[in-house]
Nanobody
Framework: QLQLVESGGGLVQPGGSLRLSCAAS???????IGWFRQAPGKEREGVSC????????NYADSVKGRFTISRDHAKNTVYLQMNRLKPEDTAIYYC????????????WGQGTQVTVSS
């Protein structure tokens, strides 16, 4: 089964930046990859998704213009560049793999904590 590992989380001040990475145990070339987050006491929400060939991306309204999703097929890694971070971005961030951004995701990583605080 596909295994995903997130990295790059941490503590950052408001207005700062972080880049999350999602790596895998096997090729991600044929998978759409989504980033999700879950804050304490809140439901998990979708943040962004990128299609298998990288040609299509989407973002939650709350992160549009601040976050950028990308993928590097040579490194078998998907990234989430997060700029102008806000305290409300604090959450555990997960990456997930699926056949399409419009379908369910069958494989999930363990998550990485992002904390935005002064």
């Amino acid at each position: 089964q596909l295994q995903l590992v997130e990295s790059g989380g941490g503590l950052v001040q408001p207005g700062g930046s972080l880049r999350l990475s999602c790596a895998a145990s096997e090729s991600l070339d044929y998978y759409a990859i989504g980033w999700f987050r879950q804050a304490p006491g809140k439901e998990r929400e979708g943040v962004s998704c990128i299609s298998a060939n990288g040609g299509a991306t989407n973002y939650a309204d709350s992160v549009k213009g601040r976050f950028t999703i990308s993928r590097d097929h040579a490194k078998n890694t998907v990234y989430l560049q997060m700029n102008r971070l806000k305290p409300e971005d604090t959450a555990i961030y997960y990456c997930a793999a699926g056949r399409s951004c419009n379908r369910s995701f069958g494989s999930w990583g363990q998550g990485t904590q992002v904390t935005v605080s002064s």
